[in-house]
C-alpha cells in the first residue's frame, strides 16, 4: 500500500507537467524517494527517484544559465548530448561525473553528439 | 468494396455471422425513423467496415460522422451514437448534448452500446444530467470475421489489461463471443485451455452454457470439434522476434489495420501529388496475395520474379507467333492479374528497403542468438550498446523482454543495471514503464534457472537447415524457429494435453483440459457424443474443425504456422483462428510504455 501510495506520488508531477514551478514536483518526488526508501524492496525504486530530482535541479540551472527551455524533463542522455551540441563541454562533464555515467555511453552520446554538430575536428580529436 | 474479405471459401459458414451482424446493425437503424447522423467510435468504424458497406448505411438515410470531442454539424434531428462502454466517450457525447441544448437544439438522441451497456456508462450519463434524454440500447458485436479462417473479437490489450490492472472484464467477452458461435455451430465437444485467462474463459463459458443452453438436439452435429485456448503469455518469445512471412513483415513495418495497409501513393506507383496517402486492402480475395502470404519474403520475392518473367515470355510469344481465339483469351485472362501483380511487386519493393538494412539482419541475428540460449553474454552486451545508442525504446524492449523471458529473468546485477541504463536513456517516467513490465512478469529478476532449453528442446522449437522455399516444419516462417505456441497447438490436436503435461507445467499458467456435452443430463448426449467423434473422420472429405482461441492476440507468423499445419496432408482437422486481435512484437511492447501528458 505504502508502494502504491509513492507511485501515485511519482505519477502525479507527470500529469501536472508543464507548469513553470518545478519546485513543488522536485519535492514530489523526494517524497515519494522517502517513500520507496521504507522498503527494502525498493532501494532501486529509491534510488531513482533520488537521481530524477537531481537531474531536474540540474536540468533547471542549465536552463537558466543557457536560458533555454530545452533541458527539463529530457533523460540524462538527452542533456548531455544537448550540453554537447551546444559546445557546453564542462556542463556535459559535470552531469556524467554526477550520475556516474559509464565510459562507454558517454563515448557513443559524445559521438553522435559531435556528428549531429559536424565538428569533425573535435571527433578526430578523440 | 474490396476491403470486405470474401468469405466463401471459408471451412465453417463465416457469412452467415457476418449477414447476422449486418441485420442487427440495420435493424436498429430501421427502427429509428427519417434521416438521421450517425456517429461512430473511430476504434469501431475498422471493424464496421468489415461488416458492412457504408452504402448499405446510406440506403437507409444515415449520415455518417466520426465521434470526436467537437461538436457535430447536422441538420438530422435525430443523433444515433455507436460506441465502445468507454468513460471518455461518454463525457464527448455529454458535451454534444450540453453544446446542442445551449444553443436551442433540440434533438432525439440514440445510445448502442457495443457490445453492450455497462452500468458505469450510464452513470456517467446520469451524472451530466443527460440520461433522460437518451434512449439506450446494445449492437451485440462480439466477433469480427477478418478473413476466411480468422475470427477477432476486436478487443485490445487485453493482455496489459489483465496482468498489470487486473481487469478481466474482457475475459468475458471472450467467453461471450465462443458462446455466440455456438449458438449458430453447435456447442463445442472438447475444451483445452493453457494459462491462467483461458482457464478463466474456459469456466465462463461452461456456467453459460449452464444458465442458457444451446439446444443442440435440433442442431444435428457440432460444426467445430475442439476449441484450445491460449494465453499471449504462455508464448511472449514468439510475437517478439521478427515476422519473417511477407504478411507478417508487411504488418511490422506498414502495420495492418482492419485487413489493409495505409502508406503513401507514391509507393505504389501512383501518379498522384506527393504525400497523398491510400489504402491497400490485403486479404484473400486477392489471389495472388493469398498465394503468397504466408510464404517466407525470401520465396516471396523469387515467386513475383517468375510470374513476371513468365508473363513476359507470354507476351512476346503473343508478338511474335499467330494465336489461335483461344490462345488470346488465356493470355487476357492472365493480363486480368496484372493490377494484382504491380501491386505486391511494389509493395515487396518497398519492404525491401527496410529488410535489406544491416540493423535489421543483425537484429534477425541477435533474436536467433536470444533463442538459441547458448550465449547469454553476447546478448546482453548487444542491448546494453542499443540502449547506449539510444535506439527506438520499443525495439530494446523487445530484445530485452525476448532475453528476459528465455532466461527466466536477468541476474539481479544486470537487473539493475540496464534499468538504470535505460531511465538515463529514455527518461526517469519510464520507471512506470519498468514496474508494468515487471508486473507482467516480462523483465525481470533471475530466481530461478531457465527451464527454456529443456523446453526448446523437447518442442524442437530451434530447426536447423529450415529450408523456405519447401518448407517442411512450421519453423520457416521465422527462418529456424518454430513458434511455441503453434508447436503446442500441434501436440494438442494430435494427442490432447496429457502426453505433454510436463512441458506444460515449465509454461506459466494452469492448463486444463474438459469435455462436454450439448444437453446436459438429456440421455441423447451420449449418443451425440459418439456422433462428433465420427465426425471428425467425416465421409464427404470435410474435416473436422479446430478453433484456436489466442487470448491477448495472435501475430500473423503464427496464423501463417496455422495454415501451414492445416494444409498438411493427413491433417485430421481444419483451424480457424479466434483472437482478441492482431498483435505484433511492437504493438505488444508499445501497451507497457506508459505516457503522461
Known sequence: ???????????????????????????????????FSETKEHIFESKAAEEHAKLLRIQHELEVSTKQAIFVDSSISDTIRTCIVLGNHR???????????????????????????????????? | MAQIPNLDNSPLNLKSLRE???????????????????????????????????????EHGVELRHLSADPIQTDCTKVVYLVRSRFNLMRCICSHVHNDTSKGLEREYYIYFVPRREVVCEKVLEEEKVHHLMTIGEFPLYIVPLDEDILSFELDFTNKDCQVDGDTSSLWHIA??????????????????????????????????????????????????????????????????????????LDEFLHINNGSVELDASIMGAQQQEGKKMKVPLNSSDKLFKEIRDLNFEVVVQVLRQKATSMKQDYTEMTTTNQTVSELKDFVKKLNSLPEMTRHINLAQHLSTFTSKPSF???????????????????FEHIEELIHKQEPLVSVLRLLILLSVTSSGLPKKHFDYLRRELLHSYGFEHMATLNNLEKAGLLKKQETKSNWLTVKR???????????????????????????????????????????????????????????????????????????????????????????????????????ALRYLSAQEGMAYDLIIGTTNIVNGNTLAEAYVERFG
Open chain 2, 458 to 560: 523437447a518442442l524442437q522449437l530451434v530447426v536447423e537447415d529450415t529450408d523456405t522455399a519447401n518448407p517442411n516444419d512450421i519453423s520457416y516462417v521465422f527462418s529456424g524457429y518454430a513458434p511455441l505456441s503453434i508447436r503446442l497447438v500441434q501436440h494438442a490436436v494430435r494427442s490432447g494435453w496429457r502426453p505433454m503435461e510436463e512441458i506444460l507445467k515449465m509454461l506459466p499458467g494452469p492448463h486444463s483440459e474438459t469435455k462436454r456435452t450439448g444437453v446436459l443430463s438429456s440421455p441423447s448426449s451420449d449418443t451425440l457424443y459418439r456422433a462428433s467423434e465420427a465426425a471428425d473422420r467425416l465421409a464427404d472429405g470435410r474435416r473436422a474443425l479446430v478453433l484456436v482461441v489466442f487470448i491477448g492476440g495472435v501475430t500473423f507468423a503464427e496464423i501463417s
Open chain 1, 1 to 35: 500500500l505504502l508502494w502504491k501510495e509513492s507511485w501515485e506520488l511519482g505519477k502525479n508531477p507527470m500529469a501536472s507537467k508543464g507548469s513553470p514551478l518545478h519546485g513543488p514536483r522536485i519535492k514530489l518526488i523526494e517524497k515519494a524517494q522517502s517513500l
Open chain 1, 91 to 126: 556542463a556535459a562533464m559535470k552531469v556524467k561525473t554526477e550520475f556516474k555515467v559509464s565510459e562507454k555511453r558517454w563515448y557513443w552520446l559524445k559521438v553522435f553528439a559531435l556528428a549531429t554538430i559536424r565538428d569533425w575536428d573535435a571527433l578526430e580529436k578523440f
Open chain 2, 361 to 379: 539482419l543483425a537484429r534477425l541475428d541477435m533474436e536467433h542468438t536470444i533463442v538459441e540460449a547458448q550465449s547469454y553474454d553476447i546478448c
Open chain 2, 176 to 249: 461471450k463471443a465462443i458462446h455466440k458461435l455456438e449458438s449458430s455451430f453447435g456447442v463445442i465437444p472438447h475444451v483445452r485451455a493453457k494459462g491462467k485467462a483461458s482457464v478463466r474463459v474456459a469456466d465462463i463459458l461452461s456456467h453459460m452454457q449452464t444458465e442458457e443452453p444451446v439446444n443442440s438436439s435440433d442442431m444435428g452435429v457440432p460444426e467445430i470439434n475442439t476449441v484450445i485456448l491460449l494465453d499471449r503469455e504462455v508464448d511472449m518469445v514468439t510475437p517478439m522476434c521478427s515476422q519473417l512471412t511477407y504478411e507478417g513483415l
Open chain 2, 20 to 58: 447476422l451482424s449486418q441485420r442487427e446493425l440495420v435493424n436498429i437503424l430501421k427502427n429509428i425513423r427519417g434521416k438521421k447522423c450517425l456517429v461512430i467510435d473511430p476504434k469501431l468504424s475498422g471493424s464496421l467496415s468489415l461488416i458492412i458497406q457504408t452504402s448499405i448505411l446510406r
